[in-house]
Nanobody
Framework: QEQLVESGGGLVKPGGSLRLSCVPS????????IEWHRQPPGETVELVAR???????EYADSVKGRFTISRDNAKNTVNLQMNNVKPDDTALYYC?????????????WGQGTQVTVSS
């Protein structure tokens, strides 16, 4: 059973920066993709950023130009660098890993880390 552990959440002021980290139990590079999702209070879960096994990245429009997803193969970590944060970025942030074998894919979710943007 794959496990993913998030860290780095906390309280940050508007305009500030925060870096979230996701450490999978297996090698990060072996996942089809690793994604960051978030669930704002009272809302549904939404995709924030994605990094595929080949390194290709994708972002939600709401975070483009502010957030950067990256994979550190030496540390086996996927990071989400959050810059110029806004109150709307307040949410529980989850890391999700997608593993595929023989054409069948399965999602693995972390427990989440809380990010609160407030002055």
């Amino acid at each position: 059973q794959e496990q993913l552990v998030e860290s780095g959440g906390g309280l940050v002021k508007p305009g500030g920066s925060l870096r979230l980290s996701c450490v999978p139990s297996g090698l990060a590079i072996t996942y089809r993709a690793i994604e960051w999702h978030r669930q704002p209070p009272g809302e549904t879960v939404e995709l924030v950023a994605r990094i595929a096994g080949d390194g290709k990245t994708e972002y939600a429009d709401s975070v483009k130009g502010r957030f950067t997803i990256s994979r550190d193969n030496a540390k086996n970590t996927v990071n989400l660098q959050m810059n110029n944060v806004k109150p709307d970025d307040t949410a529980l942030y989850y890391c999700k890993g997608i593993k595929c074998d023989w054409g069948r894919c399965k999602d693995y979710w972390g427990q989440g880390t809380q990010v609160t943007v407030s002055s």
